[in-house]
């Protein structure tokens, strides 16, 4: 009886390799008879599920005419048609190495090796730099020593942007106008874009674009550029929000004085002395409006590093950047003399508290 079982379920395995559901169930722990015909069970149940036969689970599969095989268990009479059986293909043996075989696949990798090689390597960025025809203008002059920037420099520099760097033609425009640096650059003929670049070398034609000299790559109309500078002392580059020149707030006229003392210690700096900074924003008129006035105390460890902070914190002062008129978070007051964003220590315990 188990020889008998055994047979067939090497024919049922012949069977299920067209199914994967069915190897799925049947191929999950064999170990004995009685296990293959509780898979076998199984696999007639997935049958059911898998191709709606019309036969329950308690029932057999559909008998061909044809000659079969099949067992039962618990009286179930498990059937397949022996039309349904193919011939499981064996696995074929790897094709042995000759030296042909071998000298083409060499010749394979030495022609995949000649590709990558053929592959243009990236060039170096072009870079904008100072040249004779480089002029500083006023007022700009006072805070940036910007470059003009020739249309067959600009052109260089946006193709490689373009090619090597994904930038989309669309993209390269002026940050403030948004439109194009100079009227169809992308677009123009080489020799048209030389003879362009030699009247505006010559001063024949204007240079229309420049770079402010800490920006790296991008550039601004020079007219939209002198607007955004016009008489101010300080500048902010509208992409990369660099600063040109000194930046000033709108801080309200005070006062800020320092004293030491070697007897109060911030947490954590029991070896040395205290820096208290005293702040006092008298309350005032501004544009006819009145504003409400404050006064602050802060600390600083008395060493090399509190020093340098409070080297930092004055200049921050001079320059009204420390305090500035607004709403209180604390009490909800329009119109006082709040911090502009610069942390202190107003606590000797503890982190920075207002």
Same mark, same amino acid.
């Given at each position: 009886m188990h020889s008998e079982f055994s047979e067939e379920v090497l024919k049922v395995a012949e069977i299920a390799q067209t199914d994967p559901a069915i190897v799925h169930v049947l191929f999950q722990g064999l170990k004995s008879e009685t296990k293959v015909l509780d898979y076998l069970f199984a696999v007639n149940v997935e049958y059911?599920?898998?191709? %709606?036969?019309?036969?329950?689970?308690?029932?057999?599969?559909?008998?061909?005419?044809?000659?079969?095989?099949?067992?039962?268990?618990? %009286?179930?009479?498990?059937?397949? /048609?022996?039309? $349904?059986?193919?011939? +499981? /293909?064996?696995?074929? $043996?790897? $094709?042995p190495v000759t030296a042909a075989s071998k000298a083409s696949s060499m010749e394979e990798e030495k022609s995949k090796s000649k590709e990558e090689d053929s592959k243009e390597p990236k060039p170096k960025k072009p870079?904008?730099?100072?040249?004779?025809?480089?002029?500083?203008?006023? /007022?700009? $002059?006072?805070?940036?020593?910007?470059?003009?920037?020739?249309?067959?420099?600009?052109?260089?520099?946006?193709?490689?942007e373009i090619k090597y760097e994904n930038i989309k033609p669309d993209?390269?425009?002026?940050?403030?106008?948004?439109?194009?640096?100079?009227?169809?650059?992308?677009?123009?003929?080489?020799?048209?874009?030389?003879? =362009?670049?030699?009247? @505006?070398?010559s001063g024949k034609k204007k240079i229309? #674009?420049?770079?402010?000299?800490?920006? !790296?790559? *991008?550039?601004? *109309?020079?007219?939209?550029?002198?607007?955004? +500078?016009?008489?101010? !002392?300080?500048? !902010?580059?509208?992409?990369?929000?660099?600063?040109?020149?000194?930046?000033?707030?709108? @801080?309200?006229?005070?006062?800020?004085? +320092?004293?030491?003392s070697k007897s109060m210690h911030c947490s954590g700096y029991s070896n040395c002395g205290t820096i208290i900074i005293n702040y006092s924003i008298p309350g005032s008129m501004r544009k006819n409006v009145r504003y409400y006035g404050t006064s602050r105390t802060?600390?600083?460890?008395?060493?090399? &590093?509190?020093? &340098?902070?409070?080297? =930092? =914190?004055?200049?921050?002062?001079?320059? !009204?950047?420390?305090?500035? #008129?607004?709403?209180?978070?604390?009490t909800g007051q329009p119109n006082a003399v709040v911090w502009s964003g610069i942390h202190h220590k107003t606590s000797l315990e503890g982190g920075t508290s207002c």
């Open positions: 059911q599920d898998n191709y %709606g036969d019309p036969y329950g689970a308690t029932s057999s599969f559909p008998v061909s005419t044809g000659p079969s095989f099949g067992g039962s268990f618990g %009286g179930i009479q498990l059937g397949f /048609p022996a039309a $349904a059986v193919s011939k +499981v /293909p064996e696995p074929s $043996a790897p $094709a870079e904008i730099s100072a040249k004779p025809y480089t002029k500083l203008t006023t /007022p700009a $002059a006072k805070i940036t020593s910007w470059i003009e920037v020739p249309i067959k420099e600009l052109r260089e520099f946006c193709d490689y993209d390269i425009i002026c940050p403030i106008c948004r439109m194009d640096y100079y009227d169809d650059m992308l677009t123009l003929a080489p020799e048209k874009i030389e003879e =362009l670049n030699n009247l @505006m070398i229309g #674009v420049v770079l402010f000299s800490r920006c !790296k790559n *991008h550039f601004y *109309h020079k007219d939209c550029a002198e607007n955004l +500078v016009k008489n101010k !002392k300080c500048v !902010k580059c509208a992409v990369c929000s660099g600063i040109y020149g000194i930046f000033e707030g709108d @801080m309200p006229k005070g006062t800020m004085n +320092v004293q030491t802060a600390y600083l460890p008395d060493n090399k &590093e509190g020093r &340098e902070v409070l080297a =930092l =914190l004055r200049k921050a002062f001079d320059r !009204k950047l420390t305090f500035t #008129v607004g709403t209180s978070v604390t």
